[in-house]
């Protein structure tokens, strides 16, 4: 049975757009949740939204307890996780606005849990090719069937955050191949490897970073101003992505098998 998980960053933690929604309380082995969970259904689709940094964007990246909140979606039976986040653009042709569907991501976070098995248990999860190729491939279909500009790969930068880079980072992780940036993808996206979850992200430029000398510095208000303008396209893309979703059968389901010591 498909069950189809949304984190939702900044901009898409709204849950009416969901039928018969109804907030769950629960705990997890690793603490609490960012928020509680809310499950409904949308096209006919089970549902089940979470809002990343919770209530009003009270928890700041580096504070976010990823472990908890992929280890409540596979808790209630998620089979694939949509991930919004908004990003800086390091790259000239994504524009503010624009969506991109990343491929690869380059972890420069320092202090963020990062698996589920600690003690006595290793696990070397491949990620290679981090996110579900089926899942990113839908999204971008989905996104240009409604005429929406998307680049269907990318590098995300995920920094530590709360801060936003200097200009010299910046031109550095332009320089290491970056095409966008943002402070919430990893650990994420290892988790739900981790935890044999589908996952893929639909990232929206808000802004060129710090690199583009002939634009303002990136500033929280222009993040929010650029995510509100286009919040319904993502929503759009969600909508119409989750009617192309299946169970087959998936690596990201499997890894697990081979990377416990």
Known sequence: MIRIGMIGGSGFDD????????????????????????????????????????????????????????????EMGVTHIIATTACGSLKEEIEPGHLVFPDQFIDRTTSRKNTFHEGDQVVHIAM?????????????????????????????????????????ESKMFRMWGGDIINMSTVPEVVLAREAGICYAVAAMSTDYDAWHESEEPVTWDMIVTTMNKNVERVRKVFFQAINRIDYEQCSCRTELENASV
């Open 128 to 168: 290679a090719d981090p996110f579900c190729e089926r899942l990113r491939q839908i999204l971008i279909a989905t996104a240009k069937d409604e005429g929406i500009v998307c680049h269907p790969a990318g590098t995300v930068v995920t920094i530590e955050g709360p801060r936003f880079s200097t200009r010299a």
């Open 15 to 74: 849950p009416s757009f969901l039928l018969d929604a109804k907030s769950m309380k629960m705990g997890t082995p690793y603490g609490p949740l960012s928020a509680d969970p809310v499950v409904g259904t949308a096209g006919g689709t089970e549902i089940v939204l979470l809002s990343r940094h919770g209530s009003g964007h009270r928890i700041r990246p580096s504070a976010v307890n990823y472990r908890a909140n992929v280890w409540a979606m596979k």
